[in-house]
């Protein structure tokens, strides 16, 4: 890892990426409308500017979602994972009323999830979000012939 992927905060260096997946409750197809995932990237990306994380990978699939994130100083994982998910469910809830039809009690995630610590093999784990897409529909079509 190079120095300039490093970052100082009140004496420690290091850099913070983590891999993050989360599903909606039930594991429900909730995020296979276009306008619906588009949202919650939007929504992602917002909560990501306003607490100082870059997004170095994001793969909303039509039932869980992958973030690779980067935060500039140390965060604890379960706080960035609480901070994503409650602000985005309240946002998407907003913005698609019709979601309360689906998730009548306010919970729209799962209380499950992912979380991993990236150390130097970044690449390897981008890639693996990035072809998130091309996994899921190989194995449809497998199903389908």
Known sequence: ?????????HHIKGCWEHHIEWAPKYRFNALRKQSIK??????LMQIAQERDWEILELAVMPDHVH????????????????????????ELFKKHPNLRMRYPHGHFWSRGSFIRNIGVDIEVERNYVRRQG????????KWAS
Request: glycine share 2%; charged share 30%; net charge negative.
């Open 1 to 9: 890892m190079k120095d300039s992927n490093l970052y100082s905060y």
């Open 38 to 43: 588009e949202d919650c990237e939007a929504i």
């Open 67 to 90: 973030v690779i994130l980067r935060t500039h100083k140390p965060e604890n994982p379960s706080d960035i994972l609480f901070r994503l998910k409650g602000r985005s469910a309240f």
């Open 134 to 141: 091309d996994i899921h529909q190989t194995s449809l079509a």
